[in-house]
């Protein structure tokens, strides 16, 4: 059964610290990997997308890395700042079948 | 470029009615699938059309039901209302079937 989970499920750091998330799937054969981004009652939004090929994918401060090997991916963020603040969410985009697979988020605070 | 609209953003049911969610996507994109989120759970894939015709679907009673118009814009339906359909009705569109997903804000769902 195609899966994504994600830890921690929920994480607090102070304002200017890094953090890293992680996502352990459980999909294959699959054709990308995303990260996404859900402030409070809103949709979410698109960080970073990164093909079964590549290893690192960056936007400002957010890094992803992905090891298909392991099936593992980590979402860096530098810096944080108070708008971080959101969940976020790893997206699976398996080869067959449902078009996306998502994780069940980490919630992010980053307190000042 | 205008992004996924979705309409309303709020709605207040009682039990037993039936609702309609309205999403126009960006303007190109061909797939729309819908999602339901509710507090504490994560996105829970609804189903997905692409060119007026549904391609997948969820895992949902037969009380949700979608449809895709010729422009692509597309509506989800739920019938005899529940407490438990209160949710955050999102709606993302795509280029192709697995190409970068947009959503839009989303629709609140209140069931009383």
């Known amino acids: 059964k195609n899966q994504v989970e994600q830890s921690p499920q929920s994480l607090i750091i102070l304002e200017g610290k890094n953090c890293t998330l992680q996502c352990n799937y459980t999909v294959s054969p699959f054709s990308n990997l995303r990260w996404y981004k859900q402030d409070t009652g809103r949709g979410p939004v698109s960080l970073t997308i990164m093909t079964f090929s590549e290893n690192t994918k960056s936007n400002g401060r957010y890094t992803a890395t992905l090891d298909a090997d392991t099936k593992q991916s980590s979402l860096h963020i530098t810096a944080s700042q108070l708008s971080d603040s959101a969940s976020y969410i790893c997206?699976?985009?398996?080869?067959?079948?449902?078009?996306?697979?998502f994780g069940p988020g980490t919630r992010l605070s980053v307190l000042p | 470029k205008a992004g996924v609209t979705q309409t309303p953003r709020y709605l207040i049911k009682t039990r037993g009615q039936q609702v309609t969610l309205s999403c126009s996507p960006i303007?190109?994109?061909?797939?729309v699938s819908w999602y339901q989120q509710t507090p504490g759970q994560g996105l829970q894939f609804l189903f997905e059309y692409f060119s007026e015709t549904q391609r997948n679907k969820g895992n949902f009673p037969g009380r949700f039901s979608g449809r895709q118009f010729s422009n692509s814009r597309s509506e989800m339906n739920v019938s005899t209302l529940e407490l438990g359909d209160s949710a955050l009705y999102l709606c993302?569109?795509?280029?192709?079937?697995?190409?970068?997903?947009?959503f839009g804000q989303g629709t609140r769902l209140t069931v009383v």
């Open positions: 997206v699976v985009t398996p080869n067959y079948g449902q078009n996306f697979v």
């Open positions: 993302a569109s795509s280029f192709s079937r697995q190409g970068e997903a947009f």
């Open positions: 303007s190109g994109h061909r797939s």
